[in-house]
């Protein structure tokens, strides 16, 4: 099993710059979490879906910020405008629904400058 | 509404003491509890996890926690560390169909030689 897949590893870009974050889940998981790693507020949940769509998006900070999950097997995160606050650790992670173990992905280092 | 309290940002030990790791969560239902860890540059994995019975739960690599449910308190404990714990440990909680999972702030173990 090839894990929780995320792309890109990492992301620089300049103030006022469209972001865009992809996650592809393990094969056969239906519940899908975006976390935000940052130093001063830990791993904060933004949003997360079940069999693809949204359930809880009260996490996300902004309307800048927004989710989709098209498809079983693809998720993005996107970030218009983004803003040098936006700077953080961006993690996918999924797990079959009812289960309790969630499975991370490596992570997306994002850096607004 | 779940939270998770983790007290100490950094835990310094030297190789082979023993470590404690303090969490602490607020809930007005029951939860389930977890703890995962995450090296550098890699995203969190699963270390243990509390669902029923016995309050002293095993987990990989030597540590075990116990759940105190008077105290509302899941430390993690390791009798004696290796240089290779050296890493961030999460504390975490769950709802009861593991629809949504709040971390704590994290706590970072350095052990040194």
């Known amino acids: 099993d090839a894990g929780v897949i995320q792309s890109p590893r990492h992301e620089v870009t300049e103030m006022g710059q469209e972001v865009t974050l992809r996650c592809k889940p393990i094969s056969g998981h239906n519940s899908l979490f975006w976390y935000r790693q940052t130093m001063m507020r830990g791993l904060e949940l933004l949003i997360y879906f079940n069999n693809n769509v949204p359930i809880d998006d009260s996490g996300m900070p902004e309307d800048r910020f927004s989710a989709k999950m098209p498809n079983a097997s693809f998720s993005t995160l996107k970030i218009q405008p983004s803003e040098p606050r936006d700077s953080a650790v961006y993690f996918c992670?999924?797990?079959?629904?009812?289960?309790?173990?969630?499975?991370f992905g490596s992570g997306t280092q994002l850096s607004v400058l | 509404a779940q939270s998770v309290t983790q007290l100490d940002s950094q835990v310094p030990v030297f190789e082979e003491a023993p470590v404690e790791l303090r969490c602490n969560y607020s809930s007005s239902v029951s939860v389930y509890l977890f703890w995962y860890v995450q090296y550098p540059n890699q995203g969190l994995q699963l270390l243990l996890k509390y669902l029923s019975g016995s309050t002293l739960v095993k987990g990989i690599n030597g540590f075990e926690a116990e759940f105190n449910k008077s105290q509302t308190s899941f430390h993690l404990r390791k009798p004696s560390v290796h240089i290779s714990d050296t890493a961030e440990y999460f504390c975490a909680v769950s709802d009861r169909n593991f629809n949504k999972f709040y971390f704590g702030s994290g706590t970072k173990l350095n052990v040194k030689p």
């Open positions: 992670a999924s797990n079959r629904a009812g289960n309790e173990k969630l499975f």
